[in-house]
């Protein structure tokens, strides 16, 4: 009766130390087999055996691409205090599981205390713009020294990258204002410029349309003495002289401006002189003045013709 008790939980208890021994590593890992507290072995992924209770899997490391995000707070050149987030990627050296598992407690505690030590190495070597312009050059000096301290651990850095650089508030404002009045300045610049071409161009519009404007009036004066003179000659030929003729013609203009002056209903324009005589004294006026400046003329001529020729040599004594 007995045996019939103990032979099933035998072999319960011999199943599972079977199944004990049988064990499975995921894919982009693997397992670290010890014996007795003694490394024996490294396992890849798949179904592996080991050992029931003798062997123990002590850990599993992971092969994976992994991604650590460090902050550093440092100081610039210019003593602005500004903060970085590097990211550093890593992954176990396949070849190297031991070195990862046994030497490094904490590789990501190794992996922070180097980029604080890079950064702030580099950093306030250079100043704030410089921090900008140049962050792939401390990406590159934070890489060149981790895969120098970290491959003899097993770790191998695939890549570096300055994610973000982030300065003090107020100077992030300053340097917003500062960017700000750049621009307003350059746009200032640009509206002068327009405003300038604009004054030139209504210049220039203005000098062409004055100019235009007195050619103008030198063709309409110039046609006005044209018809002024055809008229003088129409009149010559029915016995009018010349002063005759021109008075009249002053006289005819005197009465067409006061026509058109009197077609303006709502103008303000007053001619003067404009009593009923004006025509009359205007022409006799005119006469006069043409009488009076022949006379003139004709008085000037006879008084040079009197006058010696200045001209003509007197004779020296010498001269027979």
């Given amino acids: 009766m007995l045996n019939l008790i103990l032979l099933p939980l035998l072999g319960v208890i011999a199943l599972i130390v079977l199944f004990s021994g049988v064990f499975i590593v995921k894919q982009q890992s693997a397992a670290v087999i010890e014996r007795f507290g003694r490394f024996t072995s490294i396992r890849n992924s798949g179904l592996q055996l080991k050992i029931p209770v003798i062997d123990q899997v002590a850990g599993r490391i992971n092969l994976k691409v992994q991604q650590l995000d460090v902050m550093v707070e440092t100081k610039t050149k210019d003593n602005v205090f500004v903060k970085l987030k590097i990211s550093v990627q890593f992954q176990v050296i396949k070849n190297n599981v031991y070195d990862a598992f046994y030497k490094l407690e904490s590789p990501s505690d190794q992996i922070t205390a180097y980029v604080f030590d890079v950064v702030r190495a580099e950093v306030p070597k250079m100043k704030l713009d410089d921090v900008f312009e140049r962050k792939d050059d401390i990406a590159i000096a934070v890489n060149r020294e981790l895969n120098e301290a970290m491959e003899d651990y097993g770790y191998d850095i695939i890549k570096t990258l300055v994610t973000d650089i982030d300065p003090d508030v107020q100077v992030k404002a300053a340097m917003n204002r500062i960017n700000a009045a750049e621009r307003e300045k350059v746009a200032a610049e640009y509206d002068a410029e327009?405003?300038?071409?604009?004054?030139?161009?209504?210049?220039?519009?203005?000098?062409?349309?004055?100019?235009?404007?007195?050619?103008?009036?030198?063709?309409?004066?110039?046609?006005?003495?044209?018809?002024?003179?055809?008229?003088?000659?129409?009149?010559?030929?029915?016995?009018?002289?010349?002063?005759?003729?021109?008075?009249?013609?002053?006289?005819?203009?005197?009465?067409?401006?006061?026509?058109?002056?009197?077609?303006?209903?709502?103008?303000?324009?007053?001619?003067?002189?404009?009593?009923?005589?004006?025509?009359?004294?205007?022409?006799?006026?005119?006469?006069?003045?043409?009488?009076?400046?022949?006379?003139?003329?004709?008085?000037?001529?006879?008084?040079?013709?009197?006058?010696?020729d200045k001209t003509k040599r007197k004779p020296d004594n010498g001269d027979v």
């Fill in 194 to 308: 327009a405003d300038r071409i604009k004054i030139v161009a209504k210049a220039r519009a203005e000098a062409e349309s004055k100019r235009l404007q007195g050619q103008g009036i030198a063709d309409q004066r110039r046609e006005i003495a044209r018809g002024l003179e055809e008229s003088v000659d129409v009149l010559n030929n029915v016995g009018i002289n010349s002063q005759e003729a021109s008075a009249l013609i002053v006289v005819t203009q005197h009465y067409d401006t006061l026509q058109a002056i009197g077609e303006e209903t709502n103008t303000n324009l007053i001619l003067l002189p404009n009593s009923p005589q004006a025509g009359s004294d205007m022409l006799n006026n005119m006469v006069a003045s043409f009488t009076a400046s022949n006379q003139i003329g004709e008085a000037m001529k006879q008084q040079n013709k009197k006058q010696p």
